[in-house]
């Protein structure tokens, strides 16, 4: 059945989650190569003239977000699953 | 009520359909379901545009089929997402779910098609019944208690909707649904925008969303997340474009959306959260108001009914095949339940706007807009949005639910899913997989032509154009269309309006450059790499997070102990006046009642017997056997009957 040898491939590739890890690491600083040397020439913003500034600005938006929801704002929003008595 | 040819009303059949399936054996529905959509489909396909069902109902003219560009984009998307929603539900042993979802389905359309607003509010509140059903046909505690929650909210929405165009009637005396300009709008406009903004899920008002979509049943909730808020975002391009207020409203709907879902565990009140952050672009769209913010909000209207079903349909086959769709219980299960995890991916990466995806072409159109027509911030805050999109529900989402650094889950007992689950879910990511690498075959539904030269979504002032439409309507001779193409350059100018030619033409964008690839590319693979090295704090945790609906439950106890409290202080005052008049009232009627019982009733009765038992000992005396006896008696009773008759007389 295809449903169970896809399975069973997908089983196999999380013992080489390192394989996986170095090809998104190798797309990335590619992709980052090309954002370096290929210039914007219609810029939305006065720093984004190198495309490689959506790289940074997507890794430091991420890291700021989680940080601050995960630990400054869920600790106040976040109650138990049955605050409110009726809903699981 | 006059008919044509070009023009058949789809609700009609999903009406009909709904009505037939009352009486109908369980074998013979199943497939009739399937009619509904295919025949949408059919009309849709073959519509002419211009103006069809006039009726004439106490003293109103209401008008069923206003079939223009805008109207046909989002009926285009329905009829699919009908039929891809209904082949997911076509295992169902009830009926009352296809039914609920027919007649939900019929007010969709209907909503799109009405002319005038009186026709709009009865379709929109057959959808707020009808969705309601898919709520409580869930059949739990809590999906009963957020189905009264959800339809109480609605009924609030329809009601400011209501009290809008009565008092707009009561003003302009018409209830033609058509474009308000921000400058001259009233009081009754700003209570219609209200109303479309509960149904469109604008935060302060988007709560009902999160709280109901995680308790609808696993087929309902697919078609909720297909239609309300769709709807709602048609009549707003329909009849709001160029506020103001809607493009702020709209970025902040996209950044509170995703802020929530960021820190949420259960999977399916993310992608509820998901859908308030989605729908915030295309009112951002709106609001911006130029051609191609508002062929970006149609766009990513489309895009979004289509990845947003197939999510909520992988969410919704863990749910069914694992009995939860909580984070914290899930992990494991990629090699499992294969397909179903493939099947997520894409729509996943669609609505993250991943390049090859349906999100890349719409959601960069309206961002391209944004920032093109200077409003930067606005840009910036999608582009922000973006990012949390694709952390939340691109990535964390599928992550936890597949994969969580778990072992492979081996020992869970998974229910078997059936195929047409598989084939809606199939049908789903293909096309958001084609739209995603051919757009043409969506941006050639987009209602709002480019005028003049400027392209790119800022039109010059092309003033008025008469144009003649109506291809294949000969027949009834052409229909004379005014397609005003009025500056669309941002804030403070008249809106665009749709095309009334249904045909295709340039929109004045291109997706696929290396430019919108490569931004793409670099923002969601950094933004994937940010969360690897976040992946020790982003775990889920079991829990339930502060929304505003924790305001309305507390306004509905307010309410609740406004009404409770005089009663109660009534009931409390009632009580002692009882206990100490009424109860001794009663003692003495008892005290007095008992009195009568024993001397009067039983003395009665008792002398009664007495009085019996001595005439019977009297007249047993009397039966002496002796006729002397009987003499003097006789003679005794004549003289007192003497001396009655002579006392009488």
Not at chain 1, 33 to 40: A, I, K, L, R, S
Not at chain 2, 248 to 271: D, K, P, Q, W
Not at chain 2, 357 to 383: D, Q, R, Y
Not at chain 2, 482 to 503: C, I, M, R, Y
């Amino acid at each position: 059945m295809k449903e169970s040898r896809l399975g069973n491939w997908l089983e196999w590739q999380t013992t080489k989650t390192k394989v996986w890890l170095y090809l998104l690491y190798g797309v990335l600083a590619a992709l980052a190569m090309w954002g370096v040397v290929y210039e914007n020439h219609a810029p939305h913003f006065s720093i984004d003239k190198r495309y490689i500034f959506w790289a940074g600005f997507g890794w430091v938006c991420a890291v700021v977000m989680i940080f601050v929801l995960k630990k400054i704002v869920f600790p106040i929003l976040g109650k138990s699953e049955d605050f409110y008595g009726d809903d699981k | 009520m006059a008919m044509t040819s070009s023009f058949f009303h789809p609700s009609l059949a999903f009406i009909a359909v709904a009505l037939l399936m009352f009486p109908m054996p369980a074998r013979t529905w199943r497939w009739l379901i399937l009619v509904p959509p295919l025949i949408a489909i059919a009309a849709v396909l073959n519509m002419d545009p211009g103006e069809f069902w006039h009726l004439t109902y106490l003293g109103v003219d209401m008008t069923f089929g206003r079939v223009d560009k805008l109207s046909v984009i989002f009926a285009h998307v329905f009829a699919i997402q009908s039929l891809i929603g209904f082949i997911f539900a076509l295992h169902l042993k009830s009926k009352y779910q296809h039914i609920a979802a027919s007649l939900y389905i019929a007010g969709g359309f209907g909503c799109v098609f009405a002319g005038d607003y009186l026709t709009l509010f009865i379709f929109w509140e057959l959808m707020s019944v009808a969705s309601t059903f898919l709520v409580w046909l869930n059949d739990t505690p809590s999906s009963t208690r957020a189905g009264f929650r959800y339809f109480a909210f609605h009924t609030l929405g329809g009601l400011l909707l209501l009290a809008g165009l009565l008092l707009r009637f009561g003003e302009l005396k018409t209830f033609g649904f058509t474009y308000i300009d921000p400058g001259t709008a009233n009081y009754y406009d700003l209570l219609i925008l209200a109303g479309f903004c509960v149904n469109a899920a604008v935060v302060p008002l988007h709560a009902w969303l999160p709280d109901a979509y995680p308790e609808g049943t696993v087929t309902g909730s697919v078609f909720m997340s297909a239609f309300t808020t769709k709807t709602a975002v048609y009549v707003l391009a329909r009849a709001f474009a160029g506020w103001e207020i809607l493009a702020v409203a709209g970025v902040c709907m996209a950044l509170y959306g995703v802020f929530y879902a960021t820190i949420e565990n259960n999977a399916r009140r993310i992608l509820s959260y998901h859908i308030v952050s989605q729908v915030g672009y295309m009112v951002a769209g709106i609001g911006i108001g130029t051609v191609m913010t508002l062929n970006g909000a149609c766009a990513h209207a489309y895009a979004h009914i289509l990845y947003k079903g197939l999510l909520f349909m992988s969410v919704g086959t863990i749910l069914y095949a694992c009995g939860t769709a909580k984070l914290t219980e899930l992990g494991g299960l990629a090699s499992r339940i294969p397909w179903v995890m493939i099947c997520y991916v894409v729509a996943g990466l669609s609505i993250s706007g991943m390049p090859l995806f349906n999100g890349f072409v719409s959601k960069t159109m309206t961002i391209a807009g944004a920032a093109e027509s200077h409003h930067t911030w606005l840009a910036l805050g999608m582009e922000i949005a973006a990012v949390g999109t694709f952390i939340s529900v691109g990535i964390k989402l599928p992550y936890f639910a597949f994969w969580g650094g778990k072992p492979v889950d081996k020992v869970r007992e998974i229910r078997p899913i059936p195929w047409n689950m598989y084939l809606a879910m199939a049908m789903g990511a293909s096309l958001c997989f084609l739209q995603g690498i051919q757009p043409d075959l969506l941006y050639s539904l987009l209602p709002y032509e480019v005028m003049g030269a400027a392209g790119h979504g800022v039109a010059e002032v092309a003033g008025h154009a008469v144009a003649t439409v109506g291809h294949g309507a000969a027949s009834a001779g052409h229909v004379v269309a005014e397609v005003g193409h009025a500056a669309a350059t941002g804030f403070g100018q008249a809106a665009p309006l749709p095309s009334h030619d249904l045909g295709g033409f340039d929109v004045g964008y291109e997706a696929w450059t290396s430019g919108h690839f490569l931004s793409s590319a670099l923002l969601l693979g950094f933004t994937g790499l940010a969360f690897y090295h976040m992946r020790k704090i982003i775990p889920p945790h079991p829990s339930r997070n502060l929304d505003f609906d924790y305001l309305y439950r507390l306004g509905g106890n307010l309410v609740k102990w406004i009404v409770c409290a005089p009663l109660a202080a009534i009931d409390g005052v009632w009580t002692s006046v009882y206990r100490t008049v009424g109860l001794r009232l009663m003692l003495v009627v008892a005290f007095v009642s008992g009195l009568f019982d024993r001397k009067v009733i039983d003395g009665i009765l008792d002398n009664g017997a007495l009085g019996v038992r001595g005439i019977g000992f009297v007249t047993a005396r009397a039966q002496t056997g002796r006729l002397q006896d009987y003499l003097a008696f006789a003679v005794i009773m004549g003289l007192c009957i003497f001396a009655l008759i002579w006392f009488m007389a």
